[in-house]
């Protein structure tokens, strides 16, 4: 019975339903913490989600870099296929229309540090998203490596399950 257990949840369910990530930097701050040499928050990523239905705008996803292909990187989506994407004074524009954005650290431009205060105009690609941090100004985002692939996305985070007193829904 064990080894059946050991092979449904390692041979089933973590490649294909549901897996846990580490957060490994401070780029979705105050959403998800991570840093080095401190308790970086743990989550679970819904894998099967998009077998079903597209990435939209707000969710929170994990995903393969594409500049680096064994490193997972986990960001918010804040363009579809077909978005008009742009920042004017560290503000988000979708499409012309200003983003209301309540989890976006502080002061997200920064007027020395590329492309917080000011970006584009780009258009998301068929079969892309374009995900940015939380945490404008130290975030390696799409905006200095362009869309993410629909293709790269490994799943959309939806619980925050550890340290035990941030534990809570994305």
Same mark, same amino acid.
């Given at each position: 019975?064990?080894? +059946?257990?050991?092979?449904? !949840? +390692?041979? +089933?369910?973590?490649?294909? !339903?549901?897996? $846990? ?26 894998? +099967?989600? =998009? ?12 995903? @393969?870099?594409?500049?680096?292909? #064994? ?26 229309? $200003?983003? #209301?954005?309540? =989890?976006? &650290?502080?002061? %997200?431009? &920064? ?16 079969? &892309?998203?374009? !995900?940015?941090?939380?945490? @404008? ?26 340290? %035990?007193? @941030?534990?809570?829904?994305?």
């Amino acid at each position: 019975m064990m080894a +059946f257990a050991f092979a449904l !949840v +390692f041979g +089933f369910i973590k490649p294909a !339903v549901a897996d $846990s990530y580490r957060i490994p930097s401070s780029s979705m701050e105050p959403t998800l913490h991570g840093c080095a040499g401190c308790s970086n928050d743990r989550v679970m990523a819904n894998k +099967f989600i =998009y077998r079903f239905s597209e990435p939209e705008r707000g969710q929170i996803v994990v995903f @393969r870099s594409v500049e680096e292909e #064994d490193t997972l990187l986990i960001k918010r989506v804040v363009g579809v296929p077909g978005d008009k994407i742009r920042l004017r004074g560290g503000t988000l524009y979708v499409n012309g229309e $200003s983003q #209301d954005e309540p =989890y976006v &650290h502080v002061n %997200p431009c &920064h007027r020395y540090v590329p492309r917080t205060c000011t970006f584009g105009p780009v258009t998301v690609p068929r079969g &892309h998203i374009f !995900v940015m941090g939380d945490n @404008r100004a130290v975030s390696h985002d799409s905006r200095f490596f362009g869309a993410v692939p629909e293709d790269n996305v490994e799943g959309e985070a939806f619980l925050r399950y550890w340290p %035990p007193g @941030r534990i809570g829904l994305l």
